[in-house]
């Protein structure tokens, strides 16, 4: 059974940065996407970014293209994103959440979190002066 532990949350001034961590427990996890996701107070989850299985399909909402990077460390089962110049409005509780995909086509079109069946815990990350 495939479980998902996210940290790396904090607090943080506009500008900084900060590196979320989804490391992935269990067994089967090698052709899963990883997702990352976020949710504001009052707003609806949304997609942030994506990778496949291989490390290599990736992909960003538009609002932190340039500012996030996720990457994925296949040997210890672990998913990060770097995120970078970071905004007030990057202020949400961020989600890591998996999908089986050995085609990693998964990733090539972001947003439907419906698609995604492993959910973590959540991780707050707070961006203010």
């Known amino acids: 059974q495939l479980r998902l532990v996210e940290s790396g949350g904090g607090l943080v001034q506009p500008g900084g940065s900060l590196t979320l961590s989804c490391t992935a427990l269990?067994?089967?996890?090698?052709?899963?996407?990883i997702g990352w996701f976020r949710q504001a107070p009052g707003k609806e989850r949304e997609a942030v970014s994506c990778?496949?299985?291989?490390?290599?399909?990736?992909n960003y909402a538009d609002s932190v293209k340039g500012r996030f990077t996720i990457s994925r460390d296949k040997m210890n089962n672990k998913v990060y994103l770097r995120m970078t110049r970071l905004e007030p409005d990057d202020t949400a509780v961020y989600y890591c959440?998996?999908?089986?995909?050995?085609?990693?086509?998964?990733?090539?079109?972001?947003?439907?979190?419906?698609?995604?069946?492993?959910w973590g815990q959540g991780t707050q990350v707070t961006v203010s002066s």
């Open positions: 959440a998996a999908v089986f995909d050995p085609s990693q086509r998964i990733c090539t079109v972001l947003g439907d979190k419906g698609r995604f069946d492993v």
């Open positions: 269990g067994s089967g996890s090698t052709y899963y996407a």
């Open positions: 990778v496949g299985f291989g490390g290599t399909t990736t």
